[in-house]
């Protein structure tokens, strides 16, 4: 297909559908017209409830025996000892006193898989960047059984109130919440073991969440974000450890923002590479995308997408400094 056949054929599908052309003509791009309709038809459909249990409060045993006693169907995440597919019959997820308590926090499947790429060490320093709500943060702390230090900084003083309350919620006692500029973080002098960047973005892995996405964001809001992206992800580099991990994700689809913000830092860093993430599922990284030619290890990064795995659209990649 030519592009400007790509170009009017994106047009009809966005009119149909309702979304923005300039969207459907990047789907098409990339995956053909196939694909893009069955990620049209998944986006129709939110992926299915998840929640972790939170082992600083409870044992896992016990929140699964006391939320299943309340009619909670539990389905276990096969790569996630603490993730489950949760069917709350109706109720909502949070309405569980064991929810007040802390026993379990909702959260994706792809965000819980981020801190688990990252695997944090007890007696570590770990740096959660841009932090808010504190999903992220609290699971790093969890994997760390409270010790060491989780640093969580986030730069939204409302957002912040939420991340605050989280980690009380949640039992964490190791951690130190800085409102403050991802992009000046190496004012404050340290050094850490591991580095997770869930970065501010488009949100278009989201759709199936919030279909007002599907309209909400122009190709100059996604050109903004990636800046964003590049400057956090560059000032997180310079502060990483010598043989330290770092992991860069996004909940969205866009390589704009994900494979193209990494094929940069790659040019940019010599003293960092790609490395393997140890997980069977998902797909790989985009080394050509829209025909360009990038770094051929991001094919090490891997992809969420919700036509083919049922999830939200999330890019996930590990990046280890050298010592």
């Given at each position: 297909m030519t592009r400007k056949l790509q170009r009017q054929r994106a047009k009809v599908l966005a009119k149909e559908h309702g979304y923005l052309p300039y969207m459907i003509e990047r789907y098409l791009a990339l995956w053909g017209e196939e694909d893009t309709m069955r990620f049209i038809e998944a986006c129709e459909h939110p992926p299915r409830?998840?929640?972790?249990?939170?082992?600083?409060?409870a044992s896992v045993k016990l929140?699964?025996?006391?939320?299943?006693?309340?009619?909670?169907?539990?389905e276990r995440v096969p790569w996630l000892e603490e993730g489950f597919y949760a069917d709350f019959g109706g109720m909502s997820p949070g309405s569980l006193f064991e929810h007040l308590l802390g026993?379990?926090?909702?959260?994706?499947?792809?965000?819980?898989?981020?801190?688990?790429?990252?695997?944090?060490?007890?007696?570590e320093i770990v740096m959660d960047l841009a932090s808010a709500p504190g999903g992220k943060a609290?699971?790093?702390a969890q994997l760390m059984t409270n010790t060491g230090l989780v640093v969580a900084v986030e730069q939204d003083k409302l957002r912040i109130r939420g991340l605050e309350s989280n980690v009380y919620r949640c039992g964490v006692s190791n951690s130190l919440i800085l409102r403050g500029d991802t992009k000046k973080i190496q004012q404050l002098g340290?050094?850490?073991?591991?580095?997770?960047?869930d970065a501010p973005c488009s949100g278009e892995g989201l759709i199936a969440l919030d279909p007002t996405r599907k309209t909400s964001k122009t190709m100059a809001d996604i050109r903004f974000c990636a800046t964003r992206q590049d400057e956090?992800?560059?000032?997180?580099?310079?502060?990483?450890?010598?043989?330290?991990?770092?992991?860069?994700?996004?909940?969205?689809?866009?390589?704009?923002?994900?494979?193209?913000?990494i094929d940069d830092m790659l040019r940019k860093h010599e003293d960092i590479h790609?490395?393997?993430?140890?997980?069977?599922?998902?797909?790989?990284?985009?080394?050509q995308p829209y025909g360009i030619a990038l770094d051929e290890s991001l094919s090490l990064a891997k992809r969420f997408l919700p036509h083919l795995q049922g999830l939200e659209g999330f890019f996930i990649c590990k990046i280890r400094k050298e010592e």
């Open positions: 409830t998840a929640i972790r249990m939170n082992t600083l409060k929140t699964v025996s006391r939320i299943t006693s309340k009619g909670v169907q539990l026993h379990y926090y909702i959260q994706g499947v792809p965000s819980m898989t981020v801190v688990r790429t990252l695997n944090p060490q007890p007696g609290t699971h790093i340290l050094s850490p073991n591991r580095i997770l960047l956090m992800l560059d000032a997180a580099i310079a502060i990483l450890a010598p043989g330290g991990t770092l992991v860069y994700s996004t909940c969205s689809i866009a390589p704009e923002e994900n494979e193209f913000v790609m490395a393997p993430i140890d997980l069977d599922y998902g797909v790989s990284g985009y080394t």
